[in-house]
């Protein structure tokens, strides 16, 4: 079993720059897929990013392809989001999660994260 504590969020403003931290606990915590998410009021989870458990593949949403990256530390047994030239309506609740599935052809695949972290929101001004 994982358990996933996500941490970072708060307010930001428009233009700055955002990062959150996801770490995972437990016993194949180094050896799992993980990927970011986030849920704005009244719209579906949506997909931002996702990592192998080996850090060599990363797979991002069309949304915020560009402005998003998400390293790895598995020594830490952490990934992060490091989102630039944040907006308005990237307010939302972010969510870290994970799949025991190999390679990264699962990662954009919401159904297919076993363990989800508790969200932290992240609210940004303009």
């Known amino acids: 079993q994982v358990d996933l504590v996500e941490s970072g969020g708060g307010l930001v403003h428009a233009g700055d720059s955002l990062r959150l931290s996801c770490t995972a606990s437990?016993?194949?915590?180094?050896?799992?897929?993980m990927g970011w998410f986030r849920q704005a009021p009244g719209r579906e989870r949506e997909f931002l990013g996702g990592?192998?458990?080996?850090?060599?593949?990363?797979v991002y949403g069309d949304s915020v392809k560009g402005r998003l990256t998400i390293p790895r530390d598995n020594a830490k047994n952490t990934i992060y989001l490091q989102m630039n030239n944040v907006k308005p309506e990237d307010t939302a609740v972010y969510y870290c999660?994970?799949?025991?599935?190999?390679?990264?052809?699962?990662?954009?695949?919401?159904?297919?994260?076993?363990?989800w972290g508790q969200g932290t929101q992240v609210t940004v001004s303009s």
């Open positions: 990592i192998t458990w080996s850090g060599d593949n990363t």
């Open positions: 437990g016993r194949t915590a180094s050896s799992t897929n």
């Open positions: 999660a994970a799949q025991s599935l190999s390679g990264s052809a699962w990662l954009p695949i919401r159904h297919k994260y076993e363990i």
